[in-house]
């Protein structure tokens, strides 16, 4: 079993009063911590064992479920990055990844944004820098991050494709 790191954010429907659901949400959340801090949202700081990251990820948006049906899934993290945050992820210098990305060229991978801030899916960036420049990254936040990717693209598909339920599992598994 490992350990994964991740944060979730839901957003709450209209008539929840997050203060309700906080006794029940230590019981199934308990390896998290839980945020109020913008009104009609809650944020969880998930430390989950478990066999994979997928599993982790899975149980913990199930758990808050359990307590809150009607919660919708905001965007789950580490997945959308800019290089700074990447390089305090690392351990590097905003000014070193960013001389990384420029010597690449066309190699580092596509943002998903461009733009005076760009922002990349970190699971892109990870597995780069570890084919390409034999970094040493932690297998379990790939993990993390690609699964991550994966929620946060499903979530935007199911909005455009009405949520068709076959269609988004079959992308989570894959």
């Known amino acids: 079993m490992n350990e994964y790191q991740f944060e979730l954010t839901f957003k709450l429907p209209q008539e929840v009063d997050p203060d309700q659901y906080f006794a029940a949400l ?3 959340c308990s390896d998290a911590m839980i945020g109020t801090g913008q009104t009609g949202y809650m944020a969880f700081d998930f430390n989950r064992e478990s066999t994979s990251a997928y599993e982790a990820i899975v149980s913990a948006v199930a758990d808050v479920k ?9 965007e789950a993290t580490p997945d959308f990055v800019g290089l700074t ?35 990349w899916h970190l699971s892109n ?4 820098l570890k084919e390409n420049k ?10 993390v991050a690609n699964v991550n990717k994966k929620f946060n693209l499903i979530k935007e598909l199911s909005e455009v494709n009405d949520g068709n339920q076959n ?8």
């Open 167 to 174: 269609n988004i599992r079959e992308l989570i598994a894959s």
């Open 26 to 28: 230590e019981k199934y």
């Open 134 to 143: 034999k970094y040493e990254v932690e297998d379990t936040l790939i993990d």
């Open 125 to 128: 960036i990870l597995v780069w």
């Open 66 to 74: 359990k307590v809150i049906p009607k919660a919708s899934l905001v």
């Open 85 to 119: 945050d990447v390089a305090e992820l690392l351990g590097f210098t905003r000014q070193y990844m960013r001389k990384l990305m420029v010597k690449s060229g066309t190699a580092f991978p596509s943002p998903v944004h461009e733009g005076k801030s760009s922002i």
